[in-house]
């Protein structure tokens, strides 16, 4: 499967901002996608993830209640939504996809890799 993640800018703390992520290929609704960021200087880490159906998800602590992840199989396309975003969102976010039912936070359990769209939040 190949991810192709977009919506990313410079947007104002306290902002909304919406990312989208389209996968082509088959069988989008058998992964488990997920939603990473690395910040400058930083390593890449876990910010969401959502099972096949979009039933579950799971969120780091940093962004609970703030951002959501959803996603349409009919359109192949996961989303975040990122409400009231701060300084310390700014990053490069990559979405992912995982093989499997299980929900993961790990960024090795991840098979497939968009190229990733910056995001930098002003104060």
């Known amino acids: 499967v190949q991810l192709q993640a977009s919506g990313g800018g410079l947007v104002q703390a306290g902002g909304p901002l919406r990312l989208s992520c389209a996968a082509s290929?088959?069988?989008?609704?058998?992964?488990?996608m997920g939603w990473f960021r690395q910040a400058p200087g930083k390593e890449r880490e876990f910010v969401a993830a959502?099972?096949?159906?979009?039933?579950?998800?799971s969120y780091a602590d940093s962004v609970k209640g703030r951002f959501t992840i959803s996603r349409d199989n009919a359109k192949n396309t996961v989303y975040l939504q990122m409400n009231s975003v701060t300084p310390e969102d700014t990053a490069v976010y990559y979405c992912?996809?995982?093989?499997?039912?299980?929900?993961?936070?790990?960024?090795?359990?991840?098979?497939?890799w968009g190229q990733g769209t910056e995001v930098t939040v002003s104060s």
């Open positions: 290929g088959r069988s989008f609704s058998s992964y488990v």
């Open positions: 959502i099972n096949w159906s979009g039933g579950s998800a």
């Open positions: 992912a996809a995982r093989s499997g039912m299980v929900l993961s936070t790990a960024l090795s359990e991840y098979d497939y």
